[in-house]
């Protein structure tokens, strides 16, 4: 693929993510900086979180169940939302993009099935534009037999290089490891997406605020030897996780617990998990700094509880704008690559598909 945007030392491009948790559209707008048609640096000049608001969050959540037709509309018509923020956005920080990255919102994962799917129609955001959009990363990916995730581990090391392990509490917890010979990035289980459900299945809030909730809570070996012998947990890299998976494996089986021991220790069990499933993903890696970004680690509780299982590790946190705004940097840079017609070259050891370059092009 030949580079659509005209070779120069500086691209100024806005990265656009929605993550599982639901928390928001973030966008970022951020300077990528090259010297001789090499990346050499970036720096994040702006960043937002546009909250959904309640229609929004209904309907994104109730979309897997919709019509055909429904699902086509809000295909389109979140195109229609994201478009409009991103001119709320660049007219707030008086800003010209060369180009536009979406993430979009994913509301399908079944790679098993040759199957993703991330609603936010390309064609739709770039009619408010004067410069493309890249969109629709993962499903080139997942044609080819890949697992069309993560994606972010494919470039984690060329934006941060003398990082190697980097660990994102997110919707879900991904690591990607950058270790001679070993490179590989995967999803180790849920995170938010399950921390957040249950605060507001038992207190109709939208996030369990430090932990507080769950650090009233105690952990149930019996539950958390269950979720910990799923199959999953069990699976060789490459591998990635959906709300498919929560739907099928987690949310019945946590719901029946709650029953028997309260939502508090289900949030205390889940947050144990987690620490658990970080450990055995370290645990042949000896003294490791980790960079840890992610909402998760607004947490204090989750956060303490990773410092105190996981002691060899040196976690190095970053700051809010980063911890905020990764994912709207990474995606951005993924569509920089592909406008460039850069290959992703870790596509084979972190997916399982084939490298190649990923995103459809939309022109203005």
């Known amino acids: ?53 309640e229609r929004w969050l209904a309907r994104i959540e109730h979309l897997p169940f919709a019509s055909a037709l429904d699902f086509a509309k809000t295909h389109v018509q979140y195109g229609h939302l994201l478009g409009k923020k991103v001119i709320e956005f660049c007219k707030k920080y008086k800003i010209k993009p060369d180009f ?5 919102h994913t509301i399908f994962h079944q790679p ?5 799917f ?13 410069c493309p959009v890249v969109n629709d990363f993962r499903s080139k990916d997942v044609a080819n037999g890949g697992q069309g995730a993560p994606l972010v581990p494919l470039v984690e090391k060329e934006l941060f290089p003398k990082i190697n392990i980097f660990l994102n509490l997110g919707g879900f ?19 938010n997406r399950v921390l957040n459900y249950y605060a507001w299945k038992f207190q109709k809030i939208p996030f369990d605020s430090d932990g507080k909730i769950a650090s009233q809570g105690k952990a149930n070996i019996e539950l958390l030897n269950l979720v910990n012998s ?31 021991i309260g939502y508090e220790s289900i949030l205390a069990t889940w947050v144990e998990h987690i620490v ?15 960079l840890i970004t992610g909402g998760g680690i607004k947490n204090k ?11 060899s590790i040196e976690l190095i946190e970053t700051n809010e704008t980063l911890v905020d705004f990764k994912e709207s940097l990474v995606f951005a840079y993924l569509g920089l690559k592909t406008l460039l017609g850069k290959k992703h070259f870790y596509l084979d050891k972190i997916t399982g598909g084939k490298n190649t370059v990923l995103g459809s092009v939309h022109l203005p």
């Not at 536009?100 to 979009?104: C, I, L």
């Not at 098993?112 to 993703?116: G, V, Y």
Request: aromatic share 12%; hydrophobic share 35%; net charge neutral.
């Open 118 to 130: 991330q609603i936010g129609c390309g064609q739709t955001l770039v009619s408010y534009l004067k």
């Open 173 to 191: 917890v991904n690591i990607s490891i950058y270790k001679n010979p070993q490179i590989l990035g995967y999803d180790i289980t849920a995170c």
């Open 112 to 116: 098993k099935k040759s199957l993703t």
């Open 276 to 290: 658990h499933q970080i450990q055995l993903a370290l645990k042949n890696i000896n003294n490791p700094k980790v």
């Open 1 to 53: 693929m030949n580079s659509i945007l005209t070779q120069k030392k500086e691209y100024l491009g806005l990265g656009i993510m929605s993550g599982s948790s639901l928390d928001g559209i973030d966008i970022a707008a951020i300077k990528f900086y090259f010297d001789n048609q090499e990346f050499k640096n970036f720096e994040i000049l702006n960043g937002e979180t546009f909250p959904y608001d």
């Open 230 to 260: 799923l199959n999953y947990f069990y699976l060789p890299p490459p591998k990635s996780l959906g709300n498919e998976w929560l739907e099928e494996n987690i949310y019945p089986l946590l719901d029946e617990w709650a029953k028997k």
């Open 301 to 311: 509780f989750l956060k303490q509880s990773i410092q105190k299982s996981v002691e």
């Open 100 to 104: 536009v990255a979406s993430h979009g």
